[in-house]
């Protein structure tokens, strides 16, 4: 079953981050919505069944997470993607922390 999926870890705290808001966007649009769990996981897949090639993107809104008073260093954090197994798992995790952030492709 193809899937794009996520999860986010706070690497400053050394937990989960809980209760960020992550879009998928695929061709310039919004096609899902989702609140991380006390997981730091999406409660469904992002995207699921079959999936289209193309770019992807996902946003981390994370300003709010972190509540940084004034401007903060990280607002929202676009990761771009490309997909080209339309059956295929995409699973793309945040490490962040308030002032850096990594991502691979996991499984």
Do not use: Q, W
Request: charged share 20%; hydrophobic share 40%; aromatic share 10%.
């Amino acid at each position: 079953m193809a899937r794009i999926s996520t999860h986010i870890l706070d690497i400053a705290n050394g937990r989960p981050a809980a209760g960020v808001k992550v879009e998928l966007c695929f061709g310039g649009e919004r096609i899902a919505t989702a609140i991380t769990n006390a997981d730091g996981r999406t409660d469904a897949m992002l995207a699921g069944d079959e999936i289209s090639p193309g770019r992807y993107e996902l946003v981390f809104h994370v300003r709010e997470y972190f509540k940084t008073p004034g401007v903060p260093f990280l607002d929202d954090i676009v990761i771009r993607f490309g997909v080209n197994d339309p059956r295929g798992h995409y699973h793309v995790p945040l490490l962040v922390a308030p002032h850096g952030y990594s991502t691979y492709r996991g499984s």
